[in-house]
């Protein structure tokens, strides 16, 4: 199953160039495309409902203005968000809403929510962005209410089987920080469970954006800590080798890993998990933005295998299966 890259369910919601929406005609047709190719190749694939909240910018705003957030706070190096009022609050669920409409027109499996690494949901959930004193904000019910609330709305749309969600406890991207993070997930999770979604898709805590590719280990095991809140199926992300991969979900920690930038530089990564066969090693610097080289580049391992065979090189016999 194929998990998209973060797709921006609004305009106001998209904080990057050259990413990927949901909330046009256009974006529709475009990603009909990919979910034929996915479904032609005997594949599944579910669209991320994204929206980035304080770490968009004016540049995306329809009326110029700095982006939207919860609480006044800025994250590091971004302008100064302006709260959202309720009646734009309840704007963004329909726009998840329609995104999710939008994602079943495209041809979509199903849909994931993003919770996680900083976003709009995410900054509503974690008291250090969250300074708000109505509904929305203050104890761990009200700060959830929004999360929840997109959760029920993409749900109407889907139904609780075809819906996920992605969460990040003790995730540190965009300056996110909870006072007590235990006890808001847990809540999070047990309403998530109430409401019997397909997945929850949990991220391992990671280092600092300065270490990508290290692991918290002050930190403890999301999918360990939480796993007794939710009742279904989770998803664990997060620094993932092939033996940490099979020993998470041989001891029940976890129903499936999932894998991201080890799929980037292995097309066939399924295949090389299954056959212990070595990775390309990824190219981090070619990850956002760029032309070909990073993205459909990477040699698949059929081709290594052909390539050592007109060499004369005798190729490692456990990759021959």
């Known amino acids: 199953m194929i998990v998209s890259e973060a797709t921006q369910v609004s305009q106001s919601g998209q904080g990057y160039p050259l990413t990927p929406g949901i909330h046009s005609d256009e974006q529709v047709e475009g990603w009909s495309k990919i979910t034929e190719a996915v479904h032609r190749n005997g ?20 009326d110029g203005g700095s982006p939207f957030a919860p609480s006044a706070i800025p994250a590091s190096g971004h302008e100064t968000p302006r709260p959202l009022s309720r009646l734009q609050i309840a704007q963004i669920v329909e726009e998840f ?43 761990i019910e009200n700060r959830a ?28 991207f965009n300056d996110m920080l909870d006072s007590d993070p235990v006890p808001l997930f847990r809540h999070v999770l ?11 898709h949990l991220i391992e805590p990671r280092h600092q954006e300065d270490m990508p590719d290290g692991v918290d280990d002050n930190a403890p095991s999301v999918s360990q800590l939480f796993r007794q809140d939710f009742n279904g199926r989770i998803i664990s992300a997060g620094n993932y080798n092939r033996e940490r991969a099979i020993d998470a979900v041989r001891s029940g920690r976890v129903d499936a890993v999932a894998f991201g930038r080890h799929f980037i530089a292995n097309p066939d990564l399924p295949l090389r998990l299954q056959l212990d066969a070595p990775l390309n090693p990824y190219d981090r610097s070619t990850f956002y933005g760029g032309d070909a080289k990073g993205y459909i580049d ?24």
């Open 145 to 172: 209410r929004l999360p929840l609330a997109i959760v029920d709305a993409v749900m109407a749309v889907w139904g609780n089987g075809r819906t996920g969600i992605r969460l990040s406890p003790w995730g540190r």
């Open 97 to 139: 809403a329609e995104g999710a409409r939008k994602a079943k027109s495209a041809g979509f499996d199903g849909v994931e929510i993003h919770g996680a690494n900083g976003y709009l949901l995410d900054q509503f959930l974690q008291d250090g962005t969250n300074h708000r004193t109505d509904e929305y904000g203050g104890s």
């Open 190 to 200: 047990q309403e998530l469970s109430k409401r019997e979604l397909a997945y929850v």
């Open 43 to 62: 594949g599944l694939i579910v669209l991320q409902l994204w929206h980035t909240g304080r770490v968009s910018s004016s540049s995306y705003q329809s």
């Open 298 to 321: 990477y040699p698949a391992l059929q081709g290594i295998i052909a390539r050592n065979a007109a060499n004369e090189i005798r190729p490692r016999a456990r990759f021959l299966v």
